[in-house]
């Protein structure tokens, strides 16, 4: 398979390939969580369910009362890694019209210099993770094999990303059809690892503020 | 529409020496000159810079131009096309550029030498007129 | 008969000075980006040699590729090259037709065995030896004929090099390059469609001077023309830097010269020199003129999705497929949603009651 022609299949039956995973993946766990139900709860309820795990949700994003210095590391870092990421995957010009094939719209980018600043201050905060991991005696101790390959998988479309972005590595082409392959890999992993926290996260957080809201704990 | 007549060529084109658009291409190009211009003026050797081969952002080759400036001396070749030679400010220093017949520019050097090697006649052309002469002669 | 001579005899019967053939050479030299003063090595190594014979084969073509190479009518220091070769075969410049001018190519052939160059464009048909012939031989059989005493085959324009637009989904004719079918011979591959005319004028002339080939690309493509990408000499680069795109033809980042990736130009994936050589002696190339690259000398570029995607977009449809996804998810949650509530109600029914008996 030539040059040209691996490329026609990341950007044509690869990525087709990877989106129908991804999408079915997430809609059937998510759709599938729910209609598991829950246990029915005997007891009376003493307040609300969804008020409180709404709010949940909001204040589990921001509470860092009474955290220790390890705590107030990984939440400034791990905010930093997310936001990051997002703002690196959706305001960058090429990305912008990828997602406005998608969705049939599409919004400004922002300048090309601040989106690598972005990026590289994201890797930055996966590489003091990943330290952070390997240090941390608790961490060690309960991290997997999957811990370090959701972290490979998320690691990869940055890095090949801004090598592609700043001429570094391989040529153009070949830059792209390997930044290309590395977001199809992560997008079929994501439904099967914990990256689906994606969306998990809010309804966990949900469920929790529930059960409290439900026991009339003031949330 | 434009009247029939109209040319593409009759179109003027403006560029204009822009200095703010400079990438300092222009002060390494005339360091080359100076240093090929010294060895010229120490034991004869002749040098020549092709400037199709260097990059130059939009206003540095007019700028160039301005810099080097139009000495004494200015030829011009007919063969296959015209060839425009100028010496610049700079004696020593010659700016050679060769066109085809439809006027594009085909080669476009600065040659430091005493006489750039197109304007020489050629040997062979010697030669070949040699004969010529000698024939018009016995006739 | 062939004539022989040197190219310095042809030149003065022709009354050409060798002023003026040091000009071509020295704008022979600029085109190879060769040092300046080789000009002079270049004319006379050039000048004492016999003229090579080239046998130029059209195989399914537009004919672009000769058009190219052939602009005008008045000799150009560019037509010279006809002058530097031996052209004893060529469909569209010949004088003869017929079994007059296949005579001549298997003349040529005789004559200058293990010598001569052949020169293909267009591509070939295997579909159906049908699909192409020449006085009822095929082309592919006309191919292998000729390369036989071939000293190097040079494969002139897309179609020849790669199989081009005949070769293009879904292919009717079976169309192939001349590199999938030759494979004992040393090709050289000018793609683009056309190439532009000083490319295939540079690799005769280096051919001529250096009795080489030039080096070449992994797709067999001159490393002095094709070495780098029409995104690496854009004089736009500066606003693809910036993130100054222009969003469709004709609006105001368009009008002030702005990036086109976003319109689908190919220029970062397309290697060519039409940056920096540029069409038309340098008048202007697509980019210049407000148009993306096509990416035309670039393998399979007709299939490669829409002019106008851009690059990072995909060439498919990810929509339906996605929505089609989700629904299948969808479907499987709640036929497995469905199956776990009936175990859930089975395990409770099946659920017996504990007693302080058991305990």
């Known amino acids: 398979m030539d040059t040209q ?44 369910e969804w008020g409180p795990g709404l709010r949940t ?19 400034i870092v791990g905010y930093v890694f997310h936001f990051g990421f997002l703002i690196t995957l959706l305001f960058l010009s090429q990305h912008i019209d990828l997602l406005r094939t998608l969705l049939r719209f599409g919004w400004p980018a922002l300048p090309p210099g601040l989106i690598t600043i972005a990026a590289i201050l994201t890797i930055g905060a996966m590489i003091a993770l990943l330290v952070h991991r390997f240090t941390d005696p608790v961490k060690r101790l309960i991290s997997d094999y999957q811990d ?26 070949q830059m792209l059809i390997v930044h290309i392959t590395t ?37 | 529409m434009s009247p029939p007549s109209n040319n593409l060529k009759d179109i003027p084109i403006y560029t204009q020496a822009e200095e703010a658009y400079s990438v300092g291409n222009i002060r390494a190009l005339l360091a080359e000159i100076a240093a090929r211009l010294e060895k010229l003026d120490e034991n004869g050797e002749t040098g020549m810079i092709d400037l199709n081969s260097l990059p130059f952002s939009p206003g540095e080759y007019e700028q160039l131009r301005q810099i080097l400036g139009q000495g004494e001396v200015s030829a011009r070749i ?31 050097m600065i040659e430091i030498a005493r006489l750039p090697e197109i304007i020489k006649s050629q040997p062979e052309d010697v030669h070949a007129g040699l004969e010529r002469l000698k024939a018009q002669l016995n006739e | 008969m062939m004539d022989h001579e040197t190219l310095g005899e042809r030149l003065a019967q022709q009354g050409v000075s060798r002023r003026a053939f040091l000009k071509f050479c020295t704008a022979m030299a600029s085109l190879m980006a060769l040092p300046p003063g080789t000009a002079t090595a270049i004319a006379e190594a050039l000048i004492k040699a016999r003229r090579p014979s080239v046998i130029w084969l059209s195989f399914q073509e537009c004919t672009g590729c000769t058009e190219s190479l052939t602009r005008s009518y008045s000799p150009t220091l560019e037509s010279l090259i006809f002058d530097m070769i031996s052209l004893d075969y060529h469909h569209t410049l010949q004088a003869a037709s017929g079994t007059a001018a296949e005579a001549a190519r298997e003349t040529a052939m005789k004559e200058n065995y293990g010598k001569y160059l052949v020169v293909v464009d267009g591509s070939i048909p295997i579909g159906n030896p049908g699909y192409g012939a020449h006085g009822g031989v095929s082309f592919v059989d006309h191919l292998q004929q000729t390369v036989k005493g071939a000293a190097a085959i040079i494969a002139v324009g897309t179609c020849a090099a790669f199989g081009g637009i005949p070769n293009a989904k879904p292919n009717p004719t079976g169309a192939v390059s001349v590199s999938d079918l030759i494979k004992d011979k040393p090709i050289i591959n000018i793609s683009g469609c056309p190439p532009i005319p000083a490319v295939i004028t540079g690799v005769l002339a280096h051919y001529l001077t250096f ?30 830097d910036q993130g100054k795109f222009a969003k469709s033809f004709d609006d105001e980042g368009a009008r002030n010269g702005w990036c086109m990736f976003e319109l689908g130009c190919k220029g970062p994936t397309t290697h060519n020199a039409c940056a ?46 996605a929505a089609g996804a989700a629904v299948a998810g969808a479907g499987i949650a709640v036929a497995l949603g469905v199956a776990d509530r009936a175990k859930k109600r089975r395990a409770q029914q099946a659920h017996e009651k504990m007693t302080v008996k058991d305990l």
Not at chain 3, 212 to 234: A, M, N, V
Request: charged content about 15%; proline content about 6%.
């Open chain 1, 148 to 173: 370090y390959l959701t972290w490979t998988l998320t690691f990869l479309p940055l890095l090949t990303g801004i090598m592609l972005k700043q001429g570094i590595g391989l040529g153009y082409q």
């Open chain 2, 78 to 108: 007919e063969a296959i096309g015209p060839s425009e030679i100028i010496e610049t400010h700079y004696p020593g220093v010659w700016w050679v550029t060769h066109y085809n017949v439809e006027g594009d520019i085909v080669a476009d």
């Open chain 3, 211 to 240: 009795g080489e080939l030039p080096e070449l690309d992994e797709l067999g493509r001159p490393k002095s023309f094709y070495g780098q990408t029409i995104h690496d000499r854009c004089y736009r680069r500066p606003f693809y």
């Open chain 1, 57 to 75: 949700i909001w204040h589990r994003s921001i509470q860092s009362v009474g955290l220790t210095p390890r705590g107030h590391f990984i939440i």
């Open chain 1, 5 to 48: 022609q691996l490329m026609d299949f990341v950007r044509g039956p690869g990525l087709q390939f990877a989106a129908a995973v991804f999408v079915l993946g997430m809609v059937y766990r998510m759709l599938h969580l729910i209609l598991l139900g829950r246990k029915k709860n005997l007891a009376e309820p003493r307040g609300g």
């Open chain 3, 276 to 321: 920096t050589t540029k069409w038309n002696g340098g008048t202007s190339f697509p980019i210049e003129s407000g148009h993306g690259c096509l990416g035309c000398s670039e393998p399979h570029f007709w299939d490669a999705g829409s002019f106008y995607t851009p690059l990072s977009a995909p060439t498919v449809n990810i929509a339906t497929i």
């Open chain 1, 183 to 219: 977001v199809e890999l992560l997008l079929i992993a994501i439904p099967f690892t914990k990256l689906a926290h994606m969306l998990t996260t809010f309804s966990a957080r949900w469920y929790n503020g529930a059960i409290a809201g439900y026991k009339g704990v003031k949330v």
